[in-house]
């Protein structure tokens, strides 16, 4: 994110995001940390009018494809990334299993203290770089970029197989997944 924040200039238009844990931190690991994630986009979708095209967790970051119906994707996104970390970060300093829990909430802490906007931990990194989708080949491309980011890493063979992705509805032709997603005409 740059000085100002998310610079999404045509409010109308669908971007490619990608959200990073700050230092690249393995948090999504766990499954309790996936779900608050995953229950923050349904939030958003649900009250706050967020359409999701496409997307997939990976174990530190986040790859969205997004649109908002009233136009405030910046807004949505802003507040999405707020309430997950602060959750998240709760979610780890509660958690009794959590043999990592000093080691990341120091790596939270030393970015927030390095950060002026931040009181005391920063989860996200502040690049986002927002991508409009201008054009059927640069669309498609972010899309299997996004899809097969599991199989580049080595989690999974087929992206298809990866529960924390978008990839399973498209490769079925219908909504299947975790999320409820808007399907990308080309």
Request: a neutral charge.
């Amino acid at each position: 994110m740059s000085e100002g924040g998310y610079k999404i200039r045509n409010r109308e238009g669908i971007h490619f995001i990608t959200f990073a844990v700050v230092e690249w931190v393995d948090v999504f690991t766990r499954k309790k940390y996936r779900d608050i994630l995953i229950e923050s986009l349904k939030h958003c979708q649900q009250e706050r009018g967020l359409l999701i095209y496409s997307w997939c967790v990976m174990s530190n970051h986040v790859h969205l494809i997004v649109s908002a119906r009233n136009n405030d994707t910046s807004e949505i996104l802003r507040d999405f990334k707020k309430f997950t970390s602060k959750e998240i970060i709760k979610a780890i300093s509660d958690y009794a299993g959590e043999s990592r829990r000093e080691w990341m909430l120091a790596i939270f802490r030393n970015a927030g203290e390095q950060n002026s906007r931040n009181k005391t931990y920063q989860f996200w990194r502040q690049e986002n770089h927002p991508k409009e989708l201008f054009g059927p080949e640069f669309t498609y491309q972010k899309l299997e970029y996004i899809h097969n980011n599991p199989v580049e890493a080595g989690v999974v063979e087929k992206a298809e197989e990866y529960l924390y992705s978008s990839a399973r509805d498209y490769y079925e032709g219908k909504r299947v997944g975790l999320l409820e997603i808007e399907f990308l005409d080309f």
